[in-house]
């Protein structure tokens, strides 16, 4: 604040540069990935709490399907509970922190579409719940979203990784 009233008014050193306040398409990609990794981070937490098992209780294999140790897998009633309770929710405050960052110029189509699959794959995962018994379910469900993140250059967003 103290520097606010320092200097002239040549416009030597403000920019008006809207562009300038574009990100590049990999400093949106960083930003959306640190988005979704949080999320994902949260709902493993949560699930860990929820069912009471550490992360070593089950494993996650490269493509998202979750494996559980014998005898350490939640019942197909709690898992539903869960992914309807939490992830689903989770989701849409993800795709929503997603759609507020400003993308690359000339990306707004491409990255609304991806957000647009991604909201219709929650949608099938909040009018069935069961998906959630089965990550392939949930899988399936995002497959399009995944699909669409991967092409664009997305590592973290679209890969549902927790119980």
Do not use: H, W
């Not at 922190?97 to 949608?123: C, E, H, M, N």
């Amino acid at each position: 604040m103290a520097l606010a009233g320092c200097g002239g008014d040549d416009g030597g050193d403000v920019t008006n540069d809207v562009d300038s306040l574009v990100p590049s398409k990999r400093d949106y990609i960083v930003q959306a990935d640190t988005i979704c990794a949080y999320s994902q981070q949260g709902i493993q937490s949560r699930a860990e709490a929820e069912f009471r098992i550490g992360p070593n209780d089950f494993t996650v294999t490269p493509v998202g399907e979750i494996v559980f140790k014998a005898g350490r897998r939640p019942s197909d009633e709690r898992l539903s509970d869960f992914g309807a309770a939490f992830v689903v929710p989770a989701f849409r405050e993800q795709v929503a922190d997603l759609r507020a960052l400003t993308p690359p110029a000339g990306d707004q189509g491409t990255v609304t579409k991806i957000y647009d699959a991604a909201d219709a794959g929650i949608d099938r995962l909040q009018a069935d719940r069961s998906l959630f018994r089965d990550s392939a379910g949930v899988r399936a469900a995002l497959a399009e979203a995944r699909r669409l993140g991967r092409s664009y250059g997305f590592f973290d967003c679209g890969t549902y990784s927790a119980p």
